[in-house]
């Protein structure tokens, strides 16, 4: 791949699995636009990576639970770059009660999971097109798979996620661009998430995944075309293993020992 002139655009770049993904194409001398909210230190990190792996990197701060702010972002990116990788990485969680949650609480987390994703793949497509060859991964989650209660709306979410990047993976089969879906489990950004997950008990310490060793994963998956990416194992063969009545059950009691703690 000629990386010289293109560039691959990471969403949600500042910290975790975004952060892990800049570094590792970083490392493979891909130059980068990194995205994230702003006064998360992303100009810092933008030159510590142009520093250290002699790439290109330019990085842009918005809120992407804003239309308005998705379009500007979109329309830079393809008056300025030829991109040739795009990865939507940009999500928000979230453990409530549906009942305690804000109409603004609910709408944040669609907006920058489902319609940010949607529309910057939407907008950035003629661009990829152009490439010789280009990539786009979406992230997903194993959450994906399986309703749970107190996380109502996340879940469901990245439903929508996986399969709009399998739908768009077969739209456009025999162009240059190729789709890939990963589906994650929870990972250890921060002490804050790792003490937060570990209240779930063990299958919430079994599962935690190193955003690192994710990232590089991804990435060899990607280049080699695999069109779902699975990086834990054990999630997918419980998710896999157990019907969906005791399943369901199950992680939504891990979900509420959370919140009780």
């Not at 691959?8 to 800049?22: E, N, R």
């Not at 030159?47 to 500007?72: G, I, P, R």
């Not at 709009?164 to 890939?180: A, D, I």
Request: hydrophobic residues 40%; aromatic residues 8%.
């Amino acid at each position: 791949m000629d990386t010289k002139e293109s560039y691959a655009v990471v969403t949600g770049a500042s910290q975790g699995l975004g952060k892990s993904f800049a570094e590792h194409l970083a490392k493979q001398k891909i130059n980068l636009i990194l995205v994230s909210l702003p006064h998360q230190n992303l100009k810092e990190l933008s030159l510590e990576l142009e520093k250290l792996y002699e790439v290109k990197v330019q990085y842009y701060e918005t809120d992407l639970s804003v239309n308005e702010n998705v379009m500007k972002l979109t329309e830079w990116l393809n008056q300025s770059f030829a991109i040739q990788i795009l990865i939507n990485n940009a999500g928000l969680g979230g453990t409530k009660k549906f009942t305690e949650a804000s109409s603004d609480y609910i709408n944040t987390i669609l907006q920058v999971n489902v319609a940010a994703t949607s529309l910057i793949t939407h907008q950035l497509l003629p661009n990829l097109l152009k490439q010789p060859e280009a990539y786009i991964l979406n992230v997903s989650s194993m959450a994906a798979f399986s309703p749970i209660g107190f996380k109502t709306v996340y879940p469901a979410s990245k439903s929508f996620i996986h399969s709009f990047s399998r739908g768009l993976r077969e739209e456009l089969k025999g162009t240059n661009v190729f789709v890939s879906v990963v589906n994650p489990g929870a990972m250890k950004t921060n002490t804050d998430v790792c003490k937060r997950i570990e209240k779930q008990g063990f299958i919430g310490r079994l599962t935690l995944l190193n955003p690192d060793k994710v990232a590089s994963y991804c990435i060899r998956q990607l280049f080699k075309k695999d069109s779902v990416i699975m990086v834990n194992p054990i999630s997918w063969m419980v998710i896999k293993i157990l019907p969906i009545w005791i399943r369901l059950p199950l992680m939504t009691q891990a979900i509420k020992r959370e919140i009780e703690a």
